[in-house]
């Protein structure tokens, strides 16, 4: 069962030129205005995170970043079989284009971005910061409790980052990445 709804003929131009990322390899950090970041560690986003999304934007645009994740530690050497695939960076690129279509059809101007890095709160705050949101959503995998102690809260290192002039929320998913 679909819940797109018809558009008149005079909306069913394609959509304006903007392109649908906003970074390639090596781009500055995209800058468009957003009152709301989607944050995801490459786990699809729920709909009830899309609502409340479009609630907390109040009309304004969301943003949804997502995480393709390199493997390895920075002390060591380079190697290239630990970045991400052209793979994972399709599945990436799949997930954000889901959220966007998502946001659009609940009435939302949306960007999207994907980011490689092995710093995964640093990257969010650092894109919360450049489109100057006011409330971040971080959507995690559900996980046990011994491997969030191992990992941390990515929630709280973000919110540490940003300090106390961005709220943000962290939303389990029940969904666990891989399974």
């Known amino acids: 069962m ?4 018809e558009r008149p003929a005079a909306e069913s131009a394609p959509r304006p030129g903007r392109p649908r990322f906003g970074r390639a390899k ?3 950090q995209p800058t468009q205005p957003a009152a709301v970041l989607i944050a995801t560690v490459g786990i699809p986003v729920p709909p009830a995170v899309i609502r409340r999304a479009v609630e907390l934007s109040g009309g304004r645009s969301v943003a ?3 995480i393709a994740r390199i493997y390895g530690s920075s002390l060591g ?3 290239p079989g630990l970045l991400p695939t052209r793979k994972e960076l399709d599945e990436q690129r799949a ?22 890095t092995r710093r995964y709160a640093k990257t969010f705050a650092k894109a919360a910061r450049a489109r100057g949101v006011d409330h971040v959503l971080v959507v995690t995998p559900e996980v046990p409790r011994w491997r969030q102690l191992i990992e941390g ?3 709280r290192a973000i919110r540490r980052r940003l300090g ?7 939303i389990t998913s029940p969904r666990r990445p891989g399974r």
């Open 64 to 66: 949804v970043v997502t």
């Open 2 to 5: 679909s819940t797109r709804t």
């Open 26 to 28: 090596w781009d500055k």
């Open 153 to 155: 809260d990515l929630a």
């Open 95 to 116: 997930l954000v284009t889901r959220a966007l279509d998502r946001l659009e059809r609940s009435g939302v101007q949306a960007w999207g971005q994907v980011a490689a």
């Open 77 to 79: 050497l380079p190697n």
């Open 164 to 170: 106390n002039d961005t709220a943000v929320e962290g």
